[in-house]
């Protein structure tokens, strides 16, 4: 009895459902009594205001639902318009021609309203304006835009980078057209309300036909009232429709019945393909079932869900990644949100409260809705929307395995303090480390959280193309073991810029070291900050307290340690995430229905296995083809291998060349599985989230999906062990960038100029310049939290290339050519630097090969200003050993 308890303790993450629930409360006002909002009514947010239009004032007694525009046109419409500030509402009146429009779509741009088509006089519209409430004079200002090509009685609208999409129904014949508004924004990003420049704009402006809306059934032509939401799939923003109602012709006149539409599709603006079109999604399924009910509403939420009400006050949830639907519970105070998960904590299709959203509008994370009651009795009123997610229970035993497991790492870093008697034991470790430590020093720094969060996470919502670019380690190893590495261990380096210095001169070595320093404190920011999120969204911790904890840890030990704390530390984490990575990826699969087929059959079934695009295009540069993720891969493995401090220094600690070449190729011996691993996981998170779609959390970050996973679905105690894994991988990370930045300041700002006398003070020195470095990072770790930023993993391939590429391609110009200068090496250096900032800002490069851009311009421009400024003095300068053509022969010290 007592074995299948403790069993049952363990697993009970597995049999947990924890649960979103949608909040309606009411939002109250001083002058409430006086609004009274009609049918079709739109809302939108102004800055801190929202504008209310007042619909149509129909007859409660004779209309009766559905309420569709089409029904409704006859009924009275109102001039009213209320702007909610606070808790005063501000009436005032705007025409039908001015936007108080029923049924009209609306957008928010620039803290105004667009106001498009809609029910004018009785009539669809085709009226676009601009309207946009003046705070200081309590007035609305309207603006006319160019009309829309057809009238339109219920359109719906997107905005996608200033660029205005529009959706008509078949009233006017199902088009899709686009207008481009960024002619309204100046330099500064602001909405100019000069007339004169709008009207300029509208008389030179037109609209732009799209393909249009497909007919879900040729049985029921006519459908209208489709919404529009964008919302990003993996791949990019793209535009989502669904919802609305179909029917055939004769109901207008009292024939046949009107009925929910419930197919969706998807389209993608972005799209350089001529022949584009909507992608249909099918039929909307609901835990297998397939929707009844018409959606009203939608509004987007966090980085990958859709939330779409219903008109039988149900809130559905959408994500646009794995394409599942799940349905949220509703309810309308706290108390009754928290009673009913106590009492039903398994249940996520009970709705305690009938609220028929009509208008929706969301801004930072709020969200606001027109609804209406059940009864169809009444005006519409205002509601606000939120989300109640469960309280984080990471639990007590989870808490303690971390807070231990990150005691011990600091503990065992701290042993190796009283070891450093100088800096040659403070940096290489006195060349005493075991060949399989420095491979797994290896394997870990390049690993870190970066690959064991980011990467998953970053698979979860694309497929396996970036596979093969990391896989080019298998190219990049040869060349660190028969150039680079020997070149290193020949002059004894201990800063991997000592070689430039060599081959160049000092100036060139000081560049180099300068900019991998500001390098590396990026990626210490970049690292902690993937890891603070991730982490902040499954322990009590926030974002900065585990920036902070990560910081201050580090400090610790590794300001005291040196490099045999970094790589012995290093050593267990590799352990600890790869034994974890496997037991996630078991756990993953038991969660599945159909266990390893329903892996394989998912994957395959939605292109998520893709690994090679074979686009040879014009355009390909930009994309994840083929040959854009080879050469990108061997770029960031050969800049590594070459150039980064933080991998050569693990050269220099072995006992002899024989030994840091082993370090290497078994190195490559663990990331190649090591990285199909996480591919696997990816695909499998996939695979788990689409099958569940509600165990995934709307409102976390795509790079928190596999933290969330380990914390809710892994054993307690277990999940607590593989997260510690994970905070301490961060740090183990940021500790080796804290050594390496300092072994390049003393090394090659400090020694070369004799400023300090004794090797004792060299050592306080390291000690302190740690220090700092480690500071420095944890400040740009606490910038770099940034809930916008959509995958962190997609801006490190953007850092490295910035970055290591320069540093990359000084190396090849050194080793590939005889002829290179130093005046040449500053040329690449500026040259190539300029190169990778233009392919990032004018975008004619994808990030992924930013570092070999930065190789093969330092590498052209380097060579050709070495041509146009050689001397006699440099023709004569001594290379031996310091090119693959005067390489001495392999020393084994």
């Known amino acids: ?196 420049d709008i009207s300029y704009f509208t008389a030179h402006s037109s609209w732009k ?46 024939q046949g019945e009107v009925t929910p539409l419930i197919s969706h599709w998807k389209y993608d603006p972005s799209s350089q393909s001529s022949d584009k ?14 929707l009844k009910e018409r959606i009203n509403t939608l509004t987007t939420l966090g980085q990958s869900h859709i939330l779409a009400f219903t008109n039988q006050g149900n809130t559905l949830s959408f994500n646009a990644i794995t394409k599942s639907w799940t349905k949220y519970l509703a309810v309308n105070n706290i ?13 996520n299709t009970v709705n305690s409260a009938r609220f028929i959203s009509e208008s929706v509008t969301s801004s930072n994370g709020e969200v606001f809705s027109l609804n209406r009651a059940d009864d169809n009795q009444g005006s519409l009123h205002l509601w606000q929307v939120s989300l109640k997610q469960p309280e984080k229970n990471f639990g007590w035993v989870n808490m303690t395995v971390l807070m231990v497991y990150l005691l011990g790492v600091v503990l065992l870093g701290l042993f190796f303090m009283f070891k450093n008697k100088n800096t040659d034991d403070y940096f290489r470790g006195g060349q005493s480390i075991p060949w399989w430590a420095a491979a797994c020093s290896i394997y870990a720094t390049l690993l870190s959280s970066l690959t064991y969060v980011a990467l998953p996470a970053m698979v979860y919502q694309t497929n396996w193309l970036v596979l093969i670019g990391i896989w080019m380690i298998v190219v990049a190893a040869p060349i660190a073991v028969y150039v680079a590495m020997p070149f290193f261990r020949q002059i004894n380096a201990t800063s991997a810029y000592e070689y430039l210095s060599k081959r160049f001169n000092m100036t060139v070595r000081l560049f180099a070291s300068g900019l991998f320093t500001l390098f590396h404190i990026s990626r210490m920011g970049i690292v902690m900050a993937l890891t603070a999120l991730a982490l902040s969204a499954v322990t009590p911790l926030s974002a900065s307290d585990s920036v902070l904890i990560m910081g201050v840890l580090c400090l610790i030990y590794c300001t005291m340690g040196g490099i045999e704390a970094v790589i012995w530390t290093d050593t267990l984490q590799t352990i600890v995430l790869l034994i974890g990575a496997v037991i996630c990826f078991i756990t993953i699969i038991m969660g599945l229905d159909g266990g390893l087929t329903d892996f394989i059959r998912i994957g395959l079934s939605d292109d998520k296995f893709t690994m090679v695009n074979a686009d040879f295009s014009s355009s390909s540069i930009m994309t994840l083809s083929i040959w854009v993720i080879v050469l990108g891969g061997i770029g960031q493995n050969l800049a590594s291998y070459t150039a980064d401090q ?84 961060a740090q183990s990370t940021v500790s080796t960038s804290m050594n390496s930045t300092a072994t390049t300041l003393i090394t090659d700002f400090i020694k070369p100029f004799n400023l300090i006398k004794t090797e004792k003070g060299y050592l306080n020195a390291a000690r302190w310049l740690t220090f700092v470095m480690g500071a420095l990072g944890t400040l740009a770790g606490l910038v770099f939290i940034n809930p916008e930023i959509y995958s962190l993993m997609a801006a490190y391939f953007k850092v490295i290339g910035m970055f290591m590429g320069v540093l990359g391609g000084l190396f090849v110009l050194g080793a590939l050519t005889k002829r290179a200068n130093s005046t040449g090496a500053i040329i690449g250096i500026i040259s190539s630097y300029i190169t990778t900032i233009a392919a990032w800002q004018l975008g004619w490069a994808n990030g992924y090969l930013y570092a070999t851009i930065g190789i093969f311009s330092c590498l052209i421009f380097g060579y050709i200003g070495s041509l146009l400024t050689q001397t006699a003095k440099s023709t004569e300068k001594d290379l031996t050993g310091l090119t693959l053509y005067t390489m001495h022969p392999p020393v084994t010290k």
């Open 1 to 196: 009895m007592f074995k299948y308890a403790v069993i049952s303790f363990l697993m009970m993450p597995l049999f947990t459902n924890a649960q979103t629930i949608i909040n309606w409360q009411e939002v109250s006002t001083s002058s409430v009594e006086q609004v009274d909002i009609g049918h079709g009514a739109f809302i939108s947010k102004q800055n801190n205001n929202l504008i209310i239009s007042s619909g149509v004032n129909i007859d409660k007694t004779t209309n009766k639902s559905p309420f569709i525009a089409e029904k409704l046109a006859r009924n009275n419409q109102l001039n009213s318009m209320y702007i909610v500030s606070g808790e005063s509402v501000f009436p005032t009146t705007l025409t039908t021609e001015l936007g108080n429009r029923a049924y009209a779509a609306s957008a928010s741009f620039h803290d105004t309203t667009l106001v498009i088509g809609g029910i004018a006089k009785n009539e669809a519209s085709a009226l676009v304006n601009i309207v946009n409430w003046q705070a200081s004079s309590k007035t609305l200002q309207s603006y006319a835009l160019p009309n829309l090509p057809q009238a339109a009685s219920s359109p719906s609208t997107v905005i996608i980078d200033n660029t205005l999409y529009v959706l008509t129904g078949s009233d006017a014949n199902n088009q899709f057209y686009t207008l481009d508004l960024s002619t309204l924004v100046n330099n500064k990003g602001e909405l100019s309300f000069n007339k004169s």
């Open 277 to 290: 079109n909507w992608q249909e999604l099918g039929d909307i399924f609901i835990a297998k079932n397939s």
């Open 209 to 254: 036909k799209l393909p249009g809306l497909p007919l879900a059934s040729r049985n029921k032509p006519y459908q209208n009232a489709i919404q529009l939401a964008v919302q990003n799939d993996g791949s990019g923003e793209k535009i989502f429709a669904m919802g609305g109602y179909q029917f055939s012709e004769g109901y207008l006149t009292n």
């Open 335 to 347: 108390a009754e949100s928290d009673k009913t998960q106590k009492n039903n904590p398994q249940n």
């Open 646 to 729: 933080s991998i050569v220094q693990r050269y220099m600690v072995t006992k002899d060349s024989k030994a840091a070449a082993k370090s290497i190729w078994a190195n490559v011996a663990m990331a190649v599985p090591g990285t199909l691993l996480f591919f696997c996981i990816g695909t499998g998170l996939y695979a788990f989230y689409q099958m569940h779609p509600e165990k995934l959390d709307p409102t976390i970050q795509i790079d928190q999906i596999f933290p969330m996973f380990i914390a809710t679905e892994l054993p307690i105690g277990l999940a607590g062990l593989i997260v510690a894994g994970i905070f301490a991988a």
